[in-house]
T-cell receptor, first 112, second 112 residues
C-alpha cells in the first residue's frame, strides 16, 4: 500500500507569485484534505476534496484554491503569495467510510 | 466542533510511562477522539483513535471515561525517539477528514 506523497518537498517563492503544490493520496482513499502549519503552531485546515468536489473549507481567502483529479490526487494553488504564507503545507487522505486521516510529509514553502 | 485543551509541554525520562490528558468538554455524541504524533518538519502520524472506554494498539493506549469529556493517551516505556508533539483531536466519525481541528499540542521531551 502506497502512502501519501507530496511534491515538491521545499519551495522558495517571492511575494506576489503563484504556487502549486501536489499530493497523491494513499491507495484506496478518495478524500484529500489540505492543512497549513506555521512554525510552532498546529496544522490549520484549509479545505477538503471528496470525489473531485470541495467538501468543506476553513478560514482561508479565495486565493487558496484546489483541485482533485479522477485518480484522487490533488493540487493546492495559492495566488498572490504573501510573506505569511510561509509554512509547511500538509496533505492528508482518508477513505470513504473510514475516519482516520493519513498525512504526507509536507511541502515547506518559503515566501521572500 | 469540540475544542480540546492539553498541556503545552511535558518532560519524561526513558523507560517511564507517559500519560497525556486532553479535555474536550463539548464533545458531541458522534465525535471520535484521535491522537497524532508529529516530529519537526514532518506530517502528523496517526497514533490511536477511540470512542469510549479503552483502546490499545502496539504503540499506545487511549483511556476515555464514561462522560467522554476527557481522554488520556498513555505511552508505555518511552524512549528518546518519542520526543515529539502530540495532538488530541475530536471530530465526527464519518468523513472526519475535513473536520479536524488541531490545537497547540503537547510537546513531549524524553530525556536519557
Amino acid at each position: 500500500e502506497t502512502g501519501v506523497t507530496q511534491s515538491p518537498t521545499h519551495l522558495i517563492k517571492t511575494r506576489g507569485q503563484q504556487v502549486t503544490l501536489r499530493c497523491s493520496s494513499q491507495s484506496g482513499h478518495n478524500t484529500v484534505s489540505w492543512y497549513q502549519q506555521a512554525l510552532g503552531q498546529g496544522p490549520q485546515f484549509i479545505f477538503q476534496y471528496y470525489r473531485e468536489e470541495e467538501n468543506g473549507r476553513g478560514n482561508f481567502p479565495p486565493r487558496f484554491s484546489g483541485l482533485q483529479f479522477p485518480n484522487y490526487s490533488s493540487e493546492l494553488n495559492v495566488n498572490a503569495l504573501e510573506l505569511d504564507d510561509s509554512a509547511l503545507y500538509l496533505c492528508a487522505s482518508s477513505g470513504a467510510g473510514k475516519e482516520t486521516q493519513y498525512f504526507g510529509p509536507g511541502t515547506r514553502l518559503l515566501v521572500l | 466542533l469540540a475544542k480540546t485543551t492539553q498541556p503545552i509541554s511535558m518532560d519524561s525520562y526513558e523507560g517511564q510511562e507517559v500519560n497525556i490528558t486532553c479535555s474536550h468538554n463539548n464533545i458531541a455524541t458522534n465525535d471520535y477522539i484521535t491522537w497524532y504524533q508529529q516530529f519537526p518538519s514532518q506530517g502528523p502520524r496517526f497514533i490511536i483513535q477511540g470512542y469510549k472506554t479503552k483502546v490499545t494498539n502496539e504503540v499506545a493506549s487511549l483511556f476515555i471515561p464514561a462522560d467522554r469529556k476527557s481522554s488520556t493517551l498513555s505511552l508505555p516505556r518511552v524512549s528518546l525517539s518519542d520526543t515529539a508533539v502530540y495532538y488530541c483531536l475530536v471530530g465526527d466519525g464519518y468523513n472526519q477528514g475535513g473536520k479536524l481541528i488541531f490545537g497547540q499540542g503537547t510537546e513531549l521531551s524524553v530525556k536519557p
